[in-house]
C-alpha cells in the first residue's frame, strides 16, 4: 500500500526572495486556535518588549505593530545588517517569545505553526496599511480611538 504525506498549502510566493531588504512585509501571526493569551498584560508585554528588542538589535526596521488580543500585525523590513530570510527572523522571534510563555505562564503552544505575509507593492501606501492596523482594535470595538488602545504602535517616519 503507497502512503501519501499530507502537503501543507502553500502560503509564501515559491520563488520570492525572502532575504531582501528593500521590501515591507504586512505580517500576521496568530496565537494557536486563536486564544486570547494577549489580553494579559504581563504576557502582552513580553511580546512588545521582543519586537523592541529585535528592532533595537537591528534586525528589523519596524513600521507599526497591533498586538491583539489572538494574534499579531506588523509592518516591517529586514534591516540591511540582518543577513537571513523574513521566515528566518520570524522562526526566531517565535521561539524565543514561546519559551518566555512557557516559563512564565506554561503555555505549551503559543502560536500557529505558520504566518501570513503580504509583500507590500509600490504603488501601495505604508502609511494607509500603518493605520489600518493600528485602528485594529477600534474596528473590533476594543476601543473607541486607536490612540487608546496600549498594545499598539506606529512610526512617525517611512521611506518614501
Known sequence: ???????????????????????VYYLTL??????TYFKNN???????????????????MLFCYCLMPDHLHMLLSLHNSYEKR??????????????IGYQKFKI??????????????REE????KANYI????VRKGIVEECEDYPHSWISDEFPE
Do not use: G
Request: glycine share 0%; charged share 35%.
Open 1 to 23: 500500500m503507497e502512503q501519501h504525506l499530507i502537503r501543507r498549502k502553500q502560503t509564501h510566493l515559491k520563488h520570492f526572495d525572502y532575504s531582501q531588504k528593500d521590501y
Open 134 to 137: 493600528v485602528e485594529n482594535p
Open 125 to 128: 501606501s505604508l502609511i494607509e
Open 42 to 60: 504581563e504576557i502582552a508585554q513580553i511580546i512588545k518588549d521582543e519586537i523592541n528588542f529585535r528592532t533595537t538589535k537591528k534586525e528589523i
Open 108 to 121: 505549551r503552544s503559543l502560536w500557529q505553526r505558520d504566518f501570513y505575509e503580504h509583500i507590500i507593492r
Open 86 to 99: 523574513l521566515q528566518d527572523w520570524i522562526i526566531a522571534f517565535k521561539r524565543h517569545t514561546r519559551r
Open 30 to 35: 496568530c496565537v494557536t486556535n486563536r486564544k
